[in-house]
């Protein structure tokens, strides 16, 4: 790829941008469009001001930057919750270590490069067609000792993300403490999951938990609550919210269009009178389906609650019955967090499902590929000419050419990946995951491996799957084979930031995807009376991608380091845009109180163990042996050093120790509120499936129903 | 090797079995010996009578033998434990198999490899020159229908051993489980070690446990007892132990022996005084020393007592502090298994001596093959004569050659066998282990590994080490490998197993080493009057060589069923030898409760996968791919059956699930003896090594030390 066909995709990108960055300057201050820019304001009723019109909403400005700037850690901290401080800490944490890395790289490691004269010379006059190579480790002599300064930046820049990663990690690990210690009690602090309960004959699960715990946890056993197998009742009952809101909707209509026409010739139906016997027979189908539901005890599940945190704790870590496989204990979700849909499925239904899952990974894998070779192709100008001869007289104007060369190739790479997400999630939730937030973070970790593998690997190793396969399974080999592959990858990846970094992130902010479903449903008139939905952020698409670009400027600082200033850019964008989105667009759906971090930490601990392995190889490839021998202990004591973190605080994010959970527990003995909130306790975990429900009694009133749909 | 070469090591082997059983039919009932023969039966003092001589007393008697065959299993578990049960039932069970593999490798598959043709046609009339590869699957035709007989069998045993593992780890649980309902309240059950206890500035590790435990668990914690470091105070006491033992012998001697000579020309010193006045010395040190330890608090670790054994529990399983490297527990041992010596030693210490036995061990492999090449070279006649030409005429004889190749090679092996052990207790008891039993369980799998690798594998692959890692490095050719190489050793293990199962077993039931200790303390007439020590039984040594002789079964069944009845013969030996030791000889120093079980399980288990890569490679060779390819369904359907168990039976060889514990707590609490126990239990984790000592007020009685020597 030419440093032409790079600039043309900066180009590009950079204009996006820019268009972007103005329509939600200007976008963002009317008040039709708050519903898409300022969902969370909307719904805090703090952003209903201003409708009034003035020349001045028509002009972009940048107020917002300065607001998403000025916000403290504690004020997101309340706002937003912890997960939301750790993920802006990864975008930091990412721009510290780029800063540091892109002072070495751009005023050390790139003149040195440029002094080489291992490829073509630089000419700079004729800069702007010449490949990007000459500013890699490829231009450097081979067996010149200009390495050893390669070498030590290798070194330097490792001390300096070990200490980084220690210090978040701990920082984090605190702060989690800190948020425990800080909140109110909450429903599941004080219960556990219980599975595989084993009933005796003539007895059934409720009797069989009520006795197992209060005969061996008398002290702090409190209730617990049954689950039932209820899918076919969440179907119904979503059936009937359908109804529901269209017969409100007809109510609110004009009364010509209550009637309507049946058969040919036929007379005309009260429209609002047929939907209502509908809903009346959905709604006595939902009653019978409840109270079998009730009595059929199929699943052998319960929530347990427990009087005192500190009591669920010893439950759910000790093995509780003689037989292993009864009595399993899971640490049990927030009761809005829970993903009611898998919980009641059996043991058997569920080790199925994740082996569907693990072997639907490995499908969507190898056949991603395909995508990805075509890409591949795309960069290559002149194989596309020979697949399509007609193209010739297009693909020679110099500008087609650039933007099929430079811009095109991440495009579609883009488009294909933005369907990966979705799916991981579908897949996490099909694993028997009982809360949506362990969904997400499952979906994270698949989309973020997914990305490494089929991005950076399957980009380095442009080849049949079989071939990628087969240099993993020599593992001696893997250094050289990287060294050769993924230096000559570096302009791609310049571009895969440009595209994927810049324009995402700043389309983020102009929130497109809304935006265009706002415009299409404001054209069709169907205004619903809804309340707005205030979405929570994907962590499972953004996460993986500051990960990945992560991974990208680890292994790339010392081969390219031109690819550090665009990373910088796409952080800096990140950094402010998130904070903005934070304060105005998402509102937190669930906590895991920071459980995403470690997701974060192994990634970068693998970034480093790869970067290794590629100077490895590079260094072998220069003929500077010592160099290359030298780096081994690197990874070693980078894994070492992980190793301690997993021991030092992995703990935390698992399970919290019992010292805090008694000085909490202590705490709440003289709390007055505790015991109201005991009794509330009590009903916590009950299925929304299983609430009465009472549409007929609504209907005439424009209440809406009692029963709420989040579960369904 | 020939078929006459086997046939030697087999008489030579069988005349030593006889004579070791003759040897101890007529030894064990001379009075003289019962020291040697039944030191449990005289501990006991149900030996003592019939010193009366008469002429039965010379003659061989096999009444020991249905003696041991009587023993029942509960009148074994109520005499010598659960872990003596565990073992016999690891020969019983290693008894089942090869009965069952027995009947058909030798009715079936003996038959089929004798018709094929691949070989020589075997001359029966020449048998005794010929070699057993005719007996062996490499007779067999190459792409023969009749493999499918061996197909079937692989499979059939397969499913047949893990039904029986399935059955055995079953039924040794449930054994546990009853062991712990019926055994009294024991220390340990109610005791934890904390280690790593962080002091706070101007406390002491004491104070720092009783604000600790006392804050956070105050309704279950009892007492605890801090842990010095010993090491000198133990030296010491066992210097003093030495001196005090000597000056009560010179007490005993005739006066004449009290007085030596000092100098060339010098004056009679009377030795008790002279002895007396060293002691003195000695006790002033070691009360100094005692103090000084009793003053230092540096090893920041207690035993910590607990009031029930669900509280010790709880307090195990859960991390305890914020920080996750304060406070670490680990279960305690009971008070005599404790191993002092390494109990107080710091984390880093443990850490460089975990790290240090490691390198000793690979260090240990790799010098071990020196012996096992030259072992290897005994086998080959023409090799020694080509290296030692004046051994020509020697080795000519037929006798000497077949001593040479069929005995002598299994017997050297043997010899530098026996130094493993010791080895490997050692190096377990470095590793910073916290109790005798637990050394022995990691000797135990230490020993175990060692045997496979260094004789199955290192006579298979005869070869340099580099070439051995180099087989294991490349995992896509191991079935081919072994498929080549292990079928030719079946007749090198077939004396082995002669050697090392018969000979060895008998030797036990004769206890040679042993015999010529007490042979030589008799003539060099040195009688101390100490009591009679009884052994405990070297699990290390011995179960891994029962495992060891199931892996040679489990993989030669079907590749050299010729193996199997002198397998069946050396267990049937080693079951009625062990019955009778159990009776007479060992006793029980520690009770693991059966924790050895899972050692021989997952030994099993690689047996099996194992055995399946062989086939694998066999059926591949003899051109047979379809054969080959439907084995691979085994090894996966293997370990997913030992995964199913590790979740099932492991659990419980950890640790005793709530139920158990609370159960038996329950039961507790209407026991009248329980506050007796507690206030026992406050001292039972003291040090021996700083109890009060008291020599110089014994040294006149013939009383001996307050101070036990077992712990020093």
Redesign the interface.
């Known amino acids: 790829m030419l440093v032409s066909a790079i600039l043309t995709s900066v180009g590009i990108n950079s204009a996006l941008c820019v268009i972007f960055l103005v329509l939600y300057s200007i976008l963002k201050k009317q008040p039709s469009y708050y519903e898409v820019f300022a969902p969370r304001l909307l719904a805090e009723g703090s952003s209903k001001q201003g409708s009034r019109f003035n020349l001045e909403r028509l002009l972009p400005s940048a107020g917002w930057l300065s607001k998403a700037w000025k916000l403290s850690e504690e004020e997101m901290l309340s706002s937003s919750g912890l997960d939301a401080v750790v993920y802006m800490r990864m975008i930091t944490f990412c721009l510290k270590v780029f800063s540091f890395a892109g002072i070495i790289g751009i005023l050390i490691l790139l003149p040195v490069n440029c002094s080489g004269t291992e490829l073509d010379q630089i000419d700079f006059a004729d800069l702007y067609t010449s490949s990007l190579d000459a500013f890699t480790i490829s231009n450097v002599n081979s067996g010149s000792k200009l390495l050893w300064i390669h070498f030590s930046a290798v070194y330097a820049v490792t001390i300096f993300i070990c200490y980084l990663l220690y210090y978040e990690y701990n920082y984090i690990s605190s702060k989690r403490?800190a948020y425990f210690y800080s909140a109110k009690p909450q429903p599941h602090q004080f219960t556990i999951l219980v599975r595989n309960i084993p009933v005796s004959v003539g007895s059934n699960v409720s009797d069989s938990v009520e006795s197992f715990f209060t005969e061996?946890h008398p002290t702090t056993y409190l209730s617990h609550t049954v689950l039932r197998r209820t899918s076919k009742v969440q179907s119904l009952i979503k059936d009937a919210n359908k109804l529901y809101k269209r017969l409100l909707h007809l109510q609110s209509e004009p009364s010509e269009q209550k009637y309507k026409r049946v058969g040919l010739c036929g007379h005309k139906v009260d429209l609002l009178d047929h939907y209502g016997k509908r809903l009346d027979d959905l709604e006595q189908n939902v009653r019978l389906k409840q109270s079998e539901a009730l009595l059929a005890e199929d699943t052998h599940a319960a929530f347990v609650s427990f009087k005192s945190r500190y009591g669920a704790?010893?439950?759910f870590?000790?093995?509780?019955?003689?037989?292993?496989?009864h009595w399993l204990t899971e640490e049990a979700p927030a009761p809005d967090d829970v993903y009611w849909p898998f919980l009641s499925s059996s043991f058997m239904r569920r080790w199925i499902s994740k082996l569907v899952v693990v072997v639907a990974c490995i499908l969507l894998t190898v056949l991603f590929l395909i995508p990805v070779v075509v890409v591949q192709g795309l960069t290559n100008l002149s194989q596309l000419e020979v697949w399509f001869p007609f193209l010739k007289s297009i693909l020679d104007i110099s500008f087609v050419s650039q933007v099929i060369t430079g811009y095109l190739p991440s495009l579609i790479l883009q488009l294909f990946l933005k369907a990966v997400a979705p799916i991981m999630v579908f897949l996490s939730s099909i694993q028997g995951y009982i809360s949506h937030s362990m969904i997400e973070k499952s979906a994270c970790k698949k989309v973020l491996w997914f990305t490494i593998w089929n991005i950076f690997f399957a980009t380095a190793f442009s080849g049949s799957i079989f071939y990628q396969v087969s240099i993993f399974l020599d593992p001696k080999k893997i250094p050289a084979k990287l060294a050769v592959a993924v230096p000559a990858q570096a302009s791609f990846f310049i571009t895969y930031v440009v595209t994927s970094g810049w324009t995402s992130t700043t389309s983020e902010l102009a929130r497109i995807f809304p935006l265009i479903c706002h415009l299409t449903t404001k054209c069709c008139a169907k205004s619903t009376d809804e309340g707005i939905e205030v979405p929570s952020i994907p962590y499972h698409k953004d996460i993986p991608r500051i990960l990945f670009f992560g991974l990208l400027g680890i292994t790339y600082f010392f081969l390219a380091p031109v690819i550090l200033p665009f990373l910088l850019v796409y952080l800096c964008l990140a950094y402010i845009i998130f904070r903005n989105q934070f304060i105005n667009v998402y509102a937190p759906k669930y906590e895991t109180a920071g459980k995403f971090w470690p997701i974060a930490h192994n990634s970068m601990i693998f970034s480093l163990v790869l970067m290794h392995a590629i100077a490895v190889g590079i260094f072998t490839l220069k003929k500077l042996p010592l160099a290359s021998t030298l780096i081994i202990p690197l990874p070693v004591l980078t894994l070492l050093f992980n190793e301690y973190c997993r021991?030092?605080?992995l703990?935390?994010f698992i399970?919290y120790?019992?010292?805090?959970l008694?000085k909490k527990d202590m705490e709440d003995q003289n709390d007055a509120t505790m015991s109201e909130f005991l009794d509330r306790l009590v009903t916590a975990y009950r299925d929304p499936a299983l609430m009465p429900i009472q549409y007929s009694a609504d209907i005439d009133s424009l209440n809406r129903p009692l029963i709420s749909s989040a579960g369904v």
């Open positions: 403490i061996y704790s010893t439950v870590h000790l093995q509780q019955s003689i037989n292993p496989t021991k030092r605080f703990p935390f399970a120790p019992a010292e805090v008694i």
